[in-house]
Nanobody, 122 residues
């Protein structure tokens, strides 16, 4: 079994920054890819960013330009990924979820974290 624990959310004023972290723990696994999603009230969950084994990243249009190159940095030794969000806007308010695709005994499994609330005040 693999557990994902997110942290770093909170209340911030518009224009502020937050750094979310997601740590994967467990035994006998390797991380294939990690993802950040978010879900705003009344909206569907959407993909925010992706970190694969090749360290590539993908961002949805609404956050482009407000995310630095090092927004997601994969800490391979600790199986932790970070999401650095700058110039936050009220519309960024959402629960942010981490997802990991891992390999265990030659099979792929998907795990989700519990989510961390980000609230941006105007």
């Amino acid at each position: 079994q693999v557990q994902l624990v997110e942290s770093g959310g909170g209340l911030v004023q518009a224009g502020g920054s937050l750094r979310l972290s997601c740590a994967a723990s467990g035994s006998d696994f390797s991380v294939n890819a990690m993802y950040w999603y978010r879900q705003a009230p009344g909206k569907q969950r959407e993909l925010v960013a992706t970190m694969t084994s090749g360290s590539s990243t993908v961002y949805v249009d609404s956050v482009k330009g407000r995310v630095t190159i090092s927004t997601i940095s994969r800490d391979n030794a600790k199986n932790t990924v970070y999401l650095q969000m700058n110039s936050l806007k009220p519309e960024d308010t959402a629960v942010y979820y981490c997802k990991a695709v891992v390999v265990r005994r030659s099979r792929f499994y998907e795990y989700w974290g519990q989510g961390t609330q980000v609230t941006v005040s105007a």
